[in-house]
Protein backbone atom coordinates (compact mmCIF):
# COMPACT_ATOMS: atom_id res chain seq x y z
CA UNK A 1 0.00 0.00 0.00
CA UNK A 2 1.70 3.17 -1.20
CA UNK A 3 2.02 6.24 1.41
CA UNK A 4 1.81 9.69 0.21
CA UNK A 5 4.63 11.78 1.68
CA UNK A 6 2.58 14.33 4.08
CA UNK A 7 3.80 18.01 3.70
CA UNK A 8 6.41 19.29 6.41
CA UNK A 9 4.96 21.83 9.07
CA UNK A 10 7.25 24.76 7.53
CA UNK A 11 5.63 23.74 4.51
CA UNK A 12 2.16 24.63 5.70
CA UNK A 13 2.99 27.24 7.28
CA UNK A 14 4.34 28.86 4.18
CA UNK A 15 1.32 28.15 2.33
CA UNK A 16 -0.50 29.51 4.37
CA UNK A 17 1.66 32.93 5.00
CA UNK A 18 1.38 33.35 1.11
CA UNK A 19 -2.34 32.76 0.83
CA UNK A 20 -2.77 36.27 2.46
CA UNK A 21 0.33 38.62 0.71
CA UNK A 22 -0.70 41.97 3.04
CA UNK A 23 -0.36 39.81 6.38
CA UNK A 24 2.69 38.04 5.19
CA UNK A 25 4.26 41.68 4.26
CA UNK A 26 3.68 42.78 7.71
CA UNK A 27 4.83 39.56 9.01
CA UNK A 28 8.17 39.46 7.30
CA UNK A 29 10.06 41.46 10.65
CA UNK A 30 9.08 38.49 12.51
CA UNK A 31 9.33 35.54 10.56
CA UNK A 32 12.29 33.38 11.34
CA UNK A 33 15.55 33.85 9.04
CA UNK A 34 15.49 29.77 7.69
CA UNK A 35 12.15 30.37 6.36
CA UNK A 36 13.58 33.34 4.33
CA UNK A 37 15.09 31.29 1.17
CA UNK A 38 12.16 28.88 0.53
CA UNK A 39 10.19 31.40 0.73
CA UNK A 40 11.71 33.97 -1.68
CA UNK A 41 12.18 30.82 -4.67
CA UNK A 42 8.23 30.14 -3.89
CA UNK A 43 7.11 33.99 -3.82
CA UNK A 44 9.12 34.02 -7.41
CA UNK A 45 7.76 31.20 -8.94
CA UNK A 46 4.42 32.43 -8.47
CA UNK A 47 5.18 35.90 -9.43
CA UNK A 48 4.23 37.60 -6.61
CA UNK A 49 5.80 41.40 -7.04
CA UNK A 50 4.83 43.15 -4.13
CA UNK A 51 5.81 40.05 -1.84
CA UNK A 52 8.97 40.19 -3.54
CA UNK A 53 9.96 43.43 -2.98
CA UNK A 54 9.21 43.48 0.55
CA UNK A 55 10.94 39.91 0.88
CA UNK A 56 14.49 41.76 -0.86
CA UNK A 57 13.94 44.69 1.93
CA UNK A 58 14.04 42.56 4.63
CA UNK A 59 16.96 39.89 3.12
CA UNK A 60 18.80 38.84 6.43
CA UNK A 61 21.76 37.25 4.47
CA UNK A 62 24.60 39.02 3.28
CA UNK A 63 24.32 37.50 -0.29
CA UNK A 64 21.24 37.44 -2.49
CA UNK A 65 21.39 34.37 -4.49
CA UNK A 66 20.36 35.05 -8.06
CA UNK A 67 21.95 31.80 -9.67
CA UNK A 68 19.30 29.51 -8.93
CA UNK A 69 16.75 31.81 -10.46
CA UNK A 70 15.14 30.88 -13.95
CA UNK A 71 13.87 33.64 -16.23
CA UNK A 72 10.51 32.47 -15.98
CA UNK A 73 8.23 33.16 -14.90
CA UNK A 74 9.01 36.63 -17.02
CA UNK A 75 11.12 39.13 -17.03
CA UNK A 76 9.12 41.51 -15.00
CA UNK A 77 8.98 39.46 -12.23
CA UNK A 78 12.96 39.66 -11.90
CA UNK A 79 12.61 43.57 -12.40
CA UNK A 80 10.74 43.07 -9.02
CA UNK A 81 13.61 41.62 -7.37
CA UNK A 82 16.04 44.74 -8.18
CA UNK A 83 13.47 47.57 -7.55
CA UNK A 84 13.42 46.05 -4.02
CA UNK A 85 16.81 46.29 -3.83
CA UNK A 86 16.26 50.17 -5.10
CA UNK A 87 13.54 50.97 -2.63
CA UNK A 88 15.94 49.52 0.45
CA UNK A 89 18.85 51.55 -1.01
CA UNK A 90 16.82 54.68 -0.80
CA UNK A 91 16.04 54.18 2.77
CA UNK A 92 17.99 56.04 4.80
CA UNK A 93 17.05 53.66 7.82
CA UNK A 94 17.22 50.24 6.91
CA UNK A 95 16.09 47.04 9.20
CA UNK A 96 17.47 46.03 12.00
CA UNK A 97 19.18 42.63 10.57
CA UNK A 98 19.74 43.93 6.92
CA UNK A 99 23.00 42.63 5.85
CA UNK A 100 22.86 42.15 2.18
CA UNK A 101 25.84 43.51 0.33
CA UNK A 102 26.11 41.06 -2.38
CA UNK A 103 24.13 39.99 -5.51
CA UNK A 104 25.40 36.27 -6.02
CA UNK A 105 25.23 34.61 -9.79
CA UNK A 106 26.61 31.43 -8.13
CA UNK A 107 24.28 28.47 -7.75
CA UNK A 108 26.22 27.19 -4.20
CA UNK A 109 23.51 27.13 -1.91
CA UNK A 110 22.41 23.25 -2.26
CA UNK A 111 21.24 22.89 1.55
CA UNK A 112 19.01 26.54 1.09
CA UNK A 113 17.61 26.61 -2.32
CA UNK A 114 14.96 24.23 -3.99
CA UNK A 115 16.86 22.05 -6.58
CA UNK A 116 15.26 22.40 -10.59
CA UNK A 117 16.43 26.46 -11.16
CA UNK A 118 18.58 27.15 -13.91
CA UNK A 119 22.49 27.88 -13.00
CA UNK A 120 22.86 31.38 -14.03
CA UNK A 121 26.74 32.23 -15.54
CA UNK A 122 27.70 35.36 -17.53
CA UNK A 123 27.76 35.00 -20.66
CA UNK A 124 29.52 37.89 -23.24
CA UNK A 125 28.98 37.65 -26.58
CA UNK A 126 28.34 39.49 -29.64
CA UNK A 127 24.68 40.38 -30.77
CA UNK A 128 21.88 40.87 -28.37
CA UNK A 129 21.99 39.23 -24.69
CA UNK A 130 19.43 36.94 -22.87
CA UNK A 131 17.22 39.92 -21.48
CA UNK A 132 17.58 39.22 -17.87
CA UNK A 133 21.15 39.22 -17.81
CA UNK A 134 21.23 42.37 -19.97
CA UNK A 135 19.15 44.41 -17.61
CA UNK A 136 20.96 43.03 -14.29
CA UNK A 137 24.05 43.84 -16.31
CA UNK A 138 22.57 47.85 -16.91
CA UNK A 139 20.92 47.91 -12.92
CA UNK A 140 24.26 46.99 -11.50
CA UNK A 141 26.34 49.00 -13.45
CA UNK A 142 24.11 52.17 -12.46
CA UNK A 143 24.69 51.36 -8.59
CA UNK A 144 27.87 49.45 -8.93
CA UNK A 145 29.35 51.87 -6.14
CA UNK A 146 26.35 49.96 -3.51
CA UNK A 147 26.14 46.54 -4.88
CA UNK A 148 28.43 43.81 -6.11
CA UNK A 149 27.98 41.60 -8.84
CA UNK A 150 29.24 37.98 -8.76
CA UNK A 151 29.61 35.29 -10.82
CA UNK A 152 30.69 31.40 -10.86
CA UNK A 153 31.42 31.44 -14.21
CA UNK A 154 32.34 33.75 -17.32
CA UNK A 155 32.27 33.13 -20.51
CA UNK A 156 34.01 35.69 -23.11
CA UNK A 157 32.89 34.82 -26.40
CA UNK A 158 32.91 38.23 -27.94
CA UNK A 159 35.99 39.97 -30.03
CA UNK A 160 34.62 43.65 -28.82
CA UNK A 161 36.40 45.43 -26.34
CA UNK A 162 33.80 47.57 -25.85
CA UNK A 163 31.11 44.69 -24.76
CA UNK A 164 33.63 43.01 -22.19
CA UNK A 165 35.04 46.03 -20.51
CA UNK A 166 31.34 47.37 -19.97
CA UNK A 167 30.87 43.81 -18.52
CA UNK A 168 34.01 43.22 -16.72
CA UNK A 169 33.52 46.90 -14.71
CA UNK A 170 30.56 45.19 -12.87
CA UNK A 171 31.48 42.17 -12.04
CA UNK A 172 33.66 41.04 -8.95
CA UNK A 173 36.26 39.44 -10.46
CA UNK A 174 37.42 37.62 -7.51
CA UNK A 175 33.92 35.53 -7.46
CA UNK A 176 34.61 34.15 -10.88
CA UNK A 177 36.01 30.18 -10.61
CA UNK A 178 35.54 29.44 -13.88
CA UNK A 179 36.66 31.42 -17.07
CA UNK A 180 35.79 30.13 -21.01
CA UNK A 181 37.77 32.66 -23.51
CA UNK A 182 37.10 31.79 -27.15
CA UNK A 183 37.80 34.08 -30.53
CA UNK A 184 39.81 36.28 -29.36
CA UNK A 185 40.23 38.12 -33.02
CA UNK A 186 43.38 40.37 -32.17
CA UNK A 187 46.27 40.93 -29.88
CA UNK A 188 45.22 44.03 -28.73
CA UNK A 189 42.12 42.11 -27.33
CA UNK A 190 44.27 40.36 -25.43
CA UNK A 191 46.46 42.91 -24.10
CA UNK A 192 43.24 44.57 -23.01
CA UNK A 193 42.08 41.82 -21.23
CA UNK A 194 45.24 40.74 -19.52
CA UNK A 195 44.90 42.84 -16.19
CA UNK A 196 41.45 41.80 -15.33
CA UNK A 197 42.85 38.09 -15.70
CA UNK A 198 44.87 39.20 -13.23
CA UNK A 199 42.18 40.01 -10.38
CA UNK A 200 40.52 36.31 -10.79
CA UNK A 201 42.22 35.61 -7.72
CA UNK A 202 40.33 32.36 -6.98
CA UNK A 203 40.26 31.39 -10.50
CA UNK A 204 40.51 27.38 -10.94
CA UNK A 205 39.15 26.52 -14.14
CA UNK A 206 40.76 28.35 -17.61
CA UNK A 207 39.59 27.05 -20.88
CA UNK A 208 41.25 29.47 -24.09
CA UNK A 209 40.05 28.28 -27.67
CA UNK A 210 39.95 29.35 -31.08
CA UNK A 211 42.57 31.66 -30.89
CA UNK A 212 45.11 31.29 -34.11
CA UNK A 213 47.63 33.42 -35.23
CA UNK A 214 50.33 35.22 -33.31
CA UNK A 215 49.25 34.50 -29.79
CA UNK A 216 51.09 33.61 -26.78
CA UNK A 217 54.74 33.89 -28.55
CA UNK A 218 57.82 35.18 -27.96
CA UNK A 219 58.88 36.78 -30.70
CA UNK A 220 59.61 40.52 -30.96
CA UNK A 221 56.72 41.86 -32.72
CA UNK A 222 54.74 40.68 -29.59
CA UNK A 223 56.66 39.38 -26.99
CA UNK A 224 55.36 41.79 -24.74
CA UNK A 225 52.06 40.57 -24.74
CA UNK A 226 53.52 37.05 -24.19
CA UNK A 227 55.23 38.51 -20.95
CA UNK A 228 52.13 41.26 -19.96
CA UNK A 229 49.90 37.59 -20.42
CA UNK A 230 52.23 35.37 -18.84
CA UNK A 231 52.51 37.48 -15.59
CA UNK A 232 48.54 37.49 -14.40
CA UNK A 233 48.79 34.15 -14.82
CA UNK A 234 51.23 33.68 -12.01
CA UNK A 235 48.77 35.49 -10.12
CA UNK A 236 46.65 32.78 -10.36
CA UNK A 237 47.34 30.57 -7.14
CA UNK A 238 44.35 28.39 -6.85
CA UNK A 239 44.38 27.47 -10.71
CA UNK A 240 43.76 24.17 -11.33
CA UNK A 241 42.41 23.32 -14.39
CA UNK A 242 44.05 24.26 -17.65
CA UNK A 243 42.30 23.43 -21.47
CA UNK A 244 43.69 24.71 -24.51
CA UNK A 245 41.98 23.98 -27.71
CA UNK A 246 42.49 25.37 -31.16
CA UNK A 247 45.08 27.70 -30.14
CA UNK A 248 48.59 28.16 -32.50
CA UNK A 249 51.76 28.37 -30.46
CA UNK A 250 54.18 30.02 -33.01
CA UNK A 251 58.05 30.19 -33.16
CA UNK A 252 60.57 27.67 -30.99
CA UNK A 253 60.62 29.62 -27.51
CA UNK A 254 58.60 28.13 -25.02
CA UNK A 255 55.73 30.58 -24.83
CA UNK A 256 55.80 32.76 -21.56
CA UNK A 257 52.44 31.66 -20.43
CA UNK A 258 53.77 28.15 -19.92
CA UNK A 259 56.22 29.95 -17.01
CA UNK A 260 54.27 31.08 -15.21
CA UNK A 261 51.64 28.06 -14.26
CA UNK A 262 51.26 27.19 -10.99
CA UNK A 263 50.89 23.63 -9.82
CA UNK A 264 47.98 21.58 -12.41
CA UNK A 265 45.64 18.98 -11.54
CA UNK A 266 43.98 19.08 -15.10
CA UNK A 267 46.05 19.62 -18.58
CA UNK A 268 44.09 19.19 -21.52
CA UNK A 269 45.78 20.05 -24.95
CA UNK A 270 43.54 19.68 -28.16
CA UNK A 271 44.34 20.80 -31.78
CA UNK A 272 47.38 23.04 -30.76
CA UNK A 273 50.37 23.81 -33.03
CA UNK A 274 52.92 23.24 -30.97
CA UNK A 275 56.53 22.15 -31.40
CA UNK A 276 58.35 20.07 -29.73
CA UNK A 277 60.49 23.18 -27.51
CA UNK A 278 56.78 23.68 -26.30
CA UNK A 279 55.85 20.46 -25.06
CA UNK A 280 59.44 19.10 -23.70
CA UNK A 281 59.02 22.71 -21.35
CA UNK A 282 56.00 22.22 -20.38
CA UNK A 283 56.18 18.46 -19.26
CA UNK A 284 59.20 19.77 -17.25
CA UNK A 285 57.60 22.04 -15.59
CA UNK A 286 56.55 22.47 -11.76
CA UNK A 287 52.66 22.87 -12.83
CA UNK A 288 52.49 19.27 -14.64
CA UNK A 289 54.22 17.13 -11.46
CA UNK A 290 51.15 16.07 -9.86
CA UNK A 291 48.71 15.90 -12.89
CA UNK A 292 45.43 13.99 -11.79
CA UNK A 293 43.55 14.56 -15.47
CA UNK A 294 45.78 14.86 -18.91
CA UNK A 295 44.51 14.69 -21.95
CA UNK A 296 46.31 14.68 -25.83
CA UNK A 297 44.32 14.91 -28.42
CA UNK A 298 44.43 15.52 -31.95
CA UNK A 299 48.32 16.88 -31.42
CA UNK A 300 50.20 16.07 -34.85
CA UNK A 301 52.85 12.97 -33.19
CA UNK A 302 55.86 15.63 -35.43
CA UNK A 303 55.32 18.45 -32.57
CA UNK A 304 56.88 15.89 -29.91
CA UNK A 305 58.97 12.72 -29.32
CA UNK A 306 57.75 9.39 -27.27
CA UNK A 307 60.85 10.16 -25.04
CA UNK A 308 58.82 13.48 -24.43
CA UNK A 309 55.55 12.01 -23.68
CA UNK A 310 57.49 9.02 -21.86
CA UNK A 311 58.99 11.19 -19.32
CA UNK A 312 55.95 13.00 -18.20
CA UNK A 313 54.02 10.07 -18.01
CA UNK A 314 56.99 8.47 -15.38
CA UNK A 315 56.32 11.66 -13.59
CA UNK A 316 53.24 11.41 -12.83
CA UNK A 317 52.45 7.21 -12.60
CA UNK A 318 51.55 8.05 -9.10
CA UNK A 319 48.76 10.36 -9.09
CA UNK A 320 47.84 10.18 -12.33
CA UNK A 321 43.82 8.89 -12.74
CA UNK A 322 42.41 10.09 -16.07
CA UNK A 323 44.68 9.52 -19.28
CA UNK A 324 43.54 10.10 -22.60
CA UNK A 325 45.77 9.95 -25.68
CA UNK A 326 43.19 10.39 -28.59
CA UNK A 327 43.09 11.00 -32.31
CA UNK A 328 46.91 11.37 -32.41
CA UNK A 329 47.80 9.03 -34.78
CA UNK A 330 49.72 6.29 -32.86
CA UNK A 331 50.66 3.16 -34.67
CA UNK A 332 51.18 -0.12 -33.13
CA UNK A 333 55.58 0.71 -32.65
CA UNK A 334 54.33 4.13 -30.96
CA UNK A 335 51.80 2.08 -28.39
CA UNK A 336 54.83 -0.52 -27.84
CA UNK A 337 56.69 2.17 -26.47
CA UNK A 338 54.41 3.36 -24.22
CA UNK A 339 53.12 0.31 -22.79
CA UNK A 340 55.67 -0.20 -20.03
CA UNK A 341 54.87 3.62 -18.48
CA UNK A 342 51.41 3.38 -19.06
CA UNK A 343 51.43 0.20 -16.47
CA UNK A 344 53.07 2.03 -13.77
CA UNK A 345 49.98 4.51 -14.00
CA UNK A 346 48.34 2.56 -10.62
CA UNK A 347 45.94 5.06 -9.95
CA UNK A 348 44.22 5.29 -13.39
CA UNK A 349 40.70 5.26 -13.34
CA UNK A 350 40.08 6.39 -17.12
CA UNK A 351 42.19 5.58 -20.12
CA UNK A 352 41.19 6.56 -23.67
CA UNK A 353 43.08 5.50 -26.52
CA UNK A 354 40.55 6.15 -29.36
CA UNK A 355 41.32 7.42 -32.77
CA UNK A 356 44.85 5.85 -33.39
CA UNK A 357 46.12 3.26 -35.52
CA UNK A 358 46.63 0.28 -34.15
CA UNK A 359 46.43 -3.30 -35.01
CA UNK A 360 44.22 -6.11 -33.43
CA UNK A 361 47.27 -7.72 -32.58
CA UNK A 362 48.08 -4.50 -30.79
CA UNK A 363 44.63 -4.00 -29.15
CA UNK A 364 44.81 -7.54 -27.79
CA UNK A 365 48.17 -6.64 -26.05
CA UNK A 366 46.70 -2.94 -24.46
CA UNK A 367 44.02 -4.91 -23.30
CA UNK A 368 46.08 -7.11 -21.65
CA UNK A 369 48.01 -4.16 -20.07
CA UNK A 370 44.65 -2.30 -18.68
CA UNK A 371 43.05 -5.37 -17.36
CA UNK A 372 45.72 -5.76 -14.40
CA UNK A 373 44.70 -2.37 -13.65
CA UNK A 374 42.62 -2.69 -10.36
CA UNK A 375 41.49 1.27 -10.41
CA UNK A 376 40.48 1.22 -13.71
CA UNK A 377 36.86 1.76 -14.36
CA UNK A 378 36.39 2.73 -18.35
CA UNK A 379 38.95 2.33 -21.16
CA UNK A 380 37.52 4.00 -24.65
CA UNK A 381 39.76 2.07 -27.64
CA UNK A 382 40.04 2.44 -31.12
CA UNK A 383 38.46 0.20 -33.25
CA UNK A 384 41.49 -2.03 -34.90
CA UNK A 385 42.67 -1.33 -38.69
CA UNK A 386 40.92 -4.61 -39.29
CA UNK A 387 37.55 -3.02 -38.44
CA UNK A 388 37.86 -1.13 -41.83
CA UNK A 389 37.23 -1.02 -45.73
CA UNK A 390 40.74 -2.08 -47.68
CA UNK A 391 42.87 0.75 -48.53
CA UNK A 392 41.43 1.08 -52.15
CA UNK A 393 38.56 2.76 -50.76
CA UNK A 394 38.50 5.51 -47.84
CA UNK A 395 39.91 4.08 -45.33
CA UNK A 396 38.44 4.89 -41.84
CA UNK A 397 35.30 3.60 -42.97
CA UNK A 398 34.03 0.49 -40.60
CA UNK A 399 33.26 -2.58 -42.30
CA UNK A 400 30.46 -4.15 -41.49
CA UNK A 401 31.19 -7.52 -41.86
CA UNK A 402 35.00 -7.20 -40.90
CA UNK A 403 33.95 -5.62 -37.75
CA UNK A 404 31.56 -8.08 -36.59
CA UNK A 405 34.39 -11.17 -36.84
CA UNK A 406 36.54 -8.26 -34.53
CA UNK A 407 34.06 -7.29 -31.85
CA UNK A 408 33.42 -11.44 -32.13
CA UNK A 409 37.17 -12.17 -31.30
CA UNK A 410 37.47 -9.00 -28.88
CA UNK A 411 34.69 -11.02 -26.86
CA UNK A 412 36.07 -13.99 -26.46
CA UNK A 413 38.93 -12.21 -25.26
CA UNK A 414 38.01 -10.50 -23.03
CA UNK A 415 36.05 -13.41 -21.34
CA UNK A 416 39.25 -14.67 -20.74
CA UNK A 417 40.89 -11.76 -19.77
CA UNK A 418 38.32 -10.72 -17.06
CA UNK A 419 38.74 -6.82 -17.11
CA UNK A 420 36.92 -5.53 -14.10
CA UNK A 421 36.37 -2.09 -16.54
CA UNK A 422 33.89 -1.23 -18.78
CA UNK A 423 35.35 -1.88 -22.34
CA UNK A 424 34.18 0.63 -25.13
CA UNK A 425 35.42 0.33 -28.57
CA UNK A 426 34.60 4.11 -30.96
CA UNK A 427 33.87 3.42 -34.09
CA UNK A 428 33.21 7.09 -35.12
CA UNK A 429 33.90 10.30 -33.25
CA UNK A 430 33.41 14.18 -34.00
CA UNK A 431 35.35 16.44 -31.48
CA UNK A 432 33.46 19.45 -32.43
CA UNK A 433 29.91 18.05 -31.89
CA UNK A 434 31.29 16.26 -29.06
CA UNK A 435 29.52 12.87 -30.74
CA UNK A 436 30.90 9.64 -30.23
CA UNK A 437 29.86 6.15 -31.54
CA UNK A 438 30.53 3.40 -29.10
CA UNK A 439 30.53 -0.63 -28.98
CA UNK A 440 30.17 -1.47 -25.19
CA UNK A 441 30.43 -4.82 -24.08
CA UNK A 442 27.63 -6.00 -21.87
CA UNK A 443 27.44 -8.26 -18.86
CA UNK A 444 26.12 -11.46 -21.33
CA UNK A 445 28.65 -10.94 -24.17
CA UNK A 446 27.07 -8.81 -26.51
CA UNK A 447 27.92 -5.88 -27.72
CA UNK A 448 25.61 -2.93 -27.60
CA UNK A 449 26.08 0.15 -30.01
CA UNK A 450 25.52 3.78 -28.55
CA UNK A 451 26.12 7.59 -29.30
CA UNK A 452 27.34 9.67 -26.34
CA UNK A 453 28.74 13.00 -25.34
CA UNK A 454 31.92 13.05 -22.97
CA UNK A 455 31.62 15.55 -20.44
CA UNK A 456 35.14 17.28 -18.84
CA UNK A 457 37.67 15.27 -17.91
CA UNK A 458 37.48 15.36 -14.38
CA UNK A 459 33.71 14.68 -14.45
CA UNK A 460 33.98 12.03 -17.05
CA UNK A 461 31.57 9.16 -16.07
CA UNK A 462 32.81 6.34 -15.16
Avoid at 177 to 206: D, R, W
Avoid at 282 to 310: A, D, I, N
Avoid at 410 to 433: E, N, W
Wanted: hydrophobic share 40%.
Amino acid sequence: MSRRTLPSLQYLAMQSLLSNQALAISALEDLPVLLFPLLFVEVYARAHTEMLKALVQAWPFPCLPLGDLAESPDLETFKAVLDGLDLLLAKKERPSRWKLQVLDLRNEHPNIWIQGYLQWDLTIKDGSQKALQAHLLQWARKRKERVQLCSRKLRILSGSIYKIQKALHVVRLDSIQELVVSNFPCQELLKTFAPYLGHMKNLHILNFSKMCGSFFTSSSRNGWCSCKFGAQLGQLQHLQELYVHDVCFHYEQPPSILRMLTSLKTLSLSSCLLSEAHLRFLFQCPCTKQLKHLRLRSLSTVCFSLETLLDLLHGVAGTLETLALEDLAFTDVQLSAILPALSQCSQLRFFSFYGNHISMAALKILLCHTAQMVHLKRGLYPAPLESYYPQNQWPWDIHPERFAQVLAVLAQTLRDMGPSHKVQICTKFSHYLNKYRFCTLESNGSWLLTEEHLSGLSTLSL
